[in-house]
Nanobody
Framework: QVQLVESGGGLVQPGGSLTLSCAAS????????MGWYRQAPGKQRELVAT???????NYADSVKGRFTISRDNTKNTVYLQMNSLKSEDTAVYYC?????????WGQGTQVTVSS
């Protein structure tokens, strides 16, 4: 089992920045893929970014050039640096991981971009 705990969400003005963190804990051999998804009101959950254990990254077109995903394998933690935030980035952001034991989701953290 893997428990994912997110932090770093909040309210930010358009053009601002936020950094999300997600720490994994529990009993597992190794976490392979980690990433972030988001869900806005009335919309389906969508991919934001993922990163493999080796550091290969994948981004949604809507966040390329503005968001950066990174991870610290020694701490089993993934980060999402979000810059130049727009109102359409407002959503609940969910941490995601794939370990040898299965796929796991965090509880979500709210990000609101508004003036």
């Amino acid at each position: 089992q893997v428990q994912l705990v997110e932090s770093g969400g909040g309210l930010v003005q358009p053009g601002g920045s936020l950094t999300l963190s997600c720490a994994a804990s529990g009993r597992f051999f190794r976490i392979n893929l980690m990433g972030w998804y988001r869900q806005a009101p009335g919309k389906q959950r969508e991919l934001v970014a993922t990163i493999t254990r080796g550091g290969n990254t994948n981004y949604a077109d809507s966040v390329k050039g503005r968001f950066t995903i990174s991870r610290d394998n020694t701490k089993n933690t993934v980060y999402l640096q979000m810059n130049s935030l727009k109102s359409e980035d407002t959503a609940v952001y969910y941490c995601y991981s794939e370990a040898n034991s299965g796929r796991y989701w965090g509880q979500g953290t709210q990000v609101t971009v508004s003036s």
